[in-house]
């Protein structure tokens, strides 16, 4: 997605900048896409342009993500839900969907349970979900995330990979357990992710605000009784979307979430990984657009 083919990048203030990407539909709904852990609005770059023939098309960096600084915001759970909710009352308009990516599914889980009138509809993409039996993320993202549950040992981690690796090296290297097929994410969309990654590459608030979104996530991870109330609080129509490859959220994830939450509809796409949207844009399209209509606009 080279820079002519992007809208240009505007802000919001909600405590301090907020970056964002906008895509012009019918005003009716608004998609507020919210990327997961390390992640960015440009992870959703594949998929805004056909949204927006649904509606308007709002991607944000949460604080300390991508291009928006951390500021000085805590970057847990509910705060990360407060910017969202905040963000929402100033930009977006109409029906609100949320579309999440695995930390950002939680997010948007949290935030249809704590403000139920405020979601028309919730798109969950390779979505954190409470562990269950029969499924295991990838060994190396295990030993990551138990190295993360350290104090100041997860700091000096992400530091040492910051300082060691190139940010080009840093991307393909994410990209590699992201996706099942790397090599299905184009290069101009990978070339994004390294200027952004080379944005950031001198910001020292990058490391807390990482640490301390994984952490929260861990927290929540540690309580799978509070985030299945929060998914039973739900009360707007739900869409789950997960890759049968995923390393980091096992698909026996979403299918337990699904088999529990049995007004959700999903689909696990067989050879996909954790990022369908990037991987395989007009599939993912595709079931939105028909989860729209028949859930959301009918």
């Known amino acids: ?41 440009a992870n ?16 944000p960096d949460l604080p300390g993500f991508g291009y928006s ?11 990360l839900r407060r910017t969202l909710a905040r963000f929402i009352e100033q ?13 950002g599914g939680a997010i948007a889980i949290l935030h249809a349970a704590v403000d139920p009138g405020s979601v028309a509809g919730l798109v969950l993409t390779g979505s954190v979900f409470p562990w269950v039996r029969g499924g295991w993320p990838h060994p190396v993202v295990l030993g990551t995330f138990s190295i993360y549950r350290v104090p100041q040992l997860g700091e000096r981690l992400i530091s040492a990979r ?38 950031r590459a001198n910001d020292e608030e990058v490391v807390p605000a990482f640490v301390g979104a994984a952490r929260s996530m861990l ?25 049968r490859r995923d390393r980091l959220v096992p698909a026996a994830f979403a299918e337990a979430a699904l088999a ?12 996909l990984g954790h990022a369908p949207m990037l991987e395989a844009p007009g599939r993912w399209l595709a079931e939105v657009a028909d989860w729209y209509a028949e859930a959301v606009a009918g």
Do not use: K
């Open 69 to 79: 600084p951390r500021a000085g915001r805590d970057t847990g759970l509910m705060s």
């Open 44 to 59: 959703w770059v594949r998929v805004g342009p056909g949204l927006a023939g649904l509606g308007r098309v709002i991607a």
């Open 162 to 199: 910051r300082r060691t690796m190139e940010p080009d090296r840093i991307v393909r290297l994410g990209f590699r357990f992201v996706a099942a097929d790397p090599r299905s994410i184009p290069q101009d969309v990978v070339s994004l992710h390294v200027d952004m990654a080379t944005h």
């Open 260 to 271: 529990r939450e049995t007004d959700w509809r999903g689909r696990i796409f067989p050879d």
């Open 1 to 41: 997605m080279s820079a002519p083919d992007l809208p240009s990048l505007r802000w919001a203030d909600v405590d301090g900048p907020i970056a964002y990407r906008e895509w012009e539909g019918p005003q009716q709904t608004t998609f507020v896409l919210i990327h997961g852990l390390g992640g960015a609005h």
């Open 91 to 103: 930009r977006a308009s109409g029906r609100i969907v949320v579309c999440g990516n695995s930390m």
């Open 219 to 243: 927290r929540l991870g540690a309580r799978p009784d509070v985030a299945r109330r929060a998914m039973d609080s739900v009360r707007c129509p739900v869409l789950v979307l997960h890759g």
